[in-house]
């Protein structure tokens, strides 16, 4: 199944509910970061509670492994079911954040590989390939991997086996829904969604690639 995640990056809670109240039919899961977070406060995950889906919060954490602890509680004990880390802090930091999130019933994702054109400079030369490893080694849920290079998310498929991908890059970014659905466990999609007259109407655009 693919999964149809909502980024609800707006900066009101008002809007934020509108958006999320009227696309939560459509959508399997919504994703908070720091733009909707700094903006209404962690309680944003209880405000958000009421439309019955996962929360994912995208905070990739990226500290010292007892901040990183200290992080992911804040984040499970608001009521969020899945924790972003990033990977490059290494496997003890990452493991902190593992052990976090399953100790509250919940999942923990690790970015391999981002989706925009800089992220080359330091994600390339066999680094996502090493984050992998970690997400092995860790018991991590899986990955984020760029919907904007579908060869690159192939070949981390390889190393990954059964774990999830979640994708972002589609829409705004310029990733092709088509393209990458068959090879992901969830399609991440922000602006083309909330920044549309109708979001509810773009989100169901992306019911074929749902399956
Ligand atoms: O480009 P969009 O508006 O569809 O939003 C994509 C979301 O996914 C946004 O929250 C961004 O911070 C997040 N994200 C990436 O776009 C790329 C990554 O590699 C990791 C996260």
Same mark, same amino acid.
């Given at each position: 199944m693919t999964e149809l995640i909502l980024?609800?990056?707006?900066?009101g809670l008002k809007e934020a509910l509108r958006i999320a109240g009227a696309c939560a039919p459509e959508i399997d899961a919504i994703k908070v970061g720091y733009p909707l977070a700094l903006a209404a406060g962690l309680g944003i995950a209880g405000e958000l509670a009421g439309f019955g889906l996962p929360l994912i919060a995208d905070f990739k954490v990226a500290d010292i492994p007892n901040t990183n602890t200290l992080i992911c509680e804040q984040v499970f004990a608001a009521g969020f079911s899945a924790v972003i880390a990033q990977g490059f802090p290494g496997p003890d930091s990452v493991a902190a954040c593992v052990e976090a999130a399953h100790a509250h019933g919940g999942e923990c994702y690790v970015v #391999?590989?981002?989706?925009?054109?800089? #992220?080359?400079t330091f994600f390339s030369a066999g680094v996502p390939e090493r984050l992998c490893e970690i997400v092995a080694e860790t018991g991590a849920d899986g990955i984020i991997a760029p919907a904007t290079r579908p060869e690159r998310v192939r070949a981390l498929r390889a190393l990954i086996g059964k774990k999830k991908i979640l994708s972002p890059g589609i829409g705004a970014q310029g990733g092709d829904p088509a393209e990458i659905a068959p090879l992901v466990d969830g399609m991440i999609v922000g602006r083309s969604i909330y920044g549309a007259a109708d979001p509810a109407a773009a989100a169901r655009t992306y019911a074929p690639y749902r399956r």
């Amino acid at each position: 199944m693919t999964e149809l995640i909502l980024s609800l990056d707006v900066t009101g809670l008002k809007e934020a509910l509108r958006i999320a109240g009227a696309c939560a039919p459509e959508i399997d899961a919504i994703k908070v970061g720091y733009p909707l977070a700094l903006a209404a406060g962690l309680g944003i995950a209880g405000e958000l509670a009421g439309f019955g889906l996962p929360l994912i919060a995208d905070f990739k954490v990226a500290d010292i492994p007892n901040t990183n602890t200290l992080i992911c509680e804040q984040v499970f004990a608001a009521g969020f079911s899945a924790v972003i880390a990033q990977g490059f802090p290494g496997p003890d930091s990452v493991a902190a954040c593992v052990e976090a999130a399953h100790a509250h019933g919940g999942e923990c994702y690790v970015v #391999a590989e981002m989706s925009h054109p800089g #992220a080359l400079t330091f994600f390339s030369a066999g680094v996502p390939e090493r984050l992998c490893e970690i997400v092995a080694e860790t018991g991590a849920d899986g990955i984020i991997a760029p919907a904007t290079r579908p060869e690159r998310v192939r070949a981390l498929r390889a190393l990954i086996g059964k774990k999830k991908i979640l994708s972002p890059g589609i829409g705004a970014q310029g990733g092709d829904p088509a393209e990458i659905a068959p090879l992901v466990d969830g399609m991440i999609v922000g602006r083309s969604i909330y920044g549309a007259a109708d979001p509810a109407a773009a989100a169901r655009t992306y019911a074929p690639y749902r399956r």
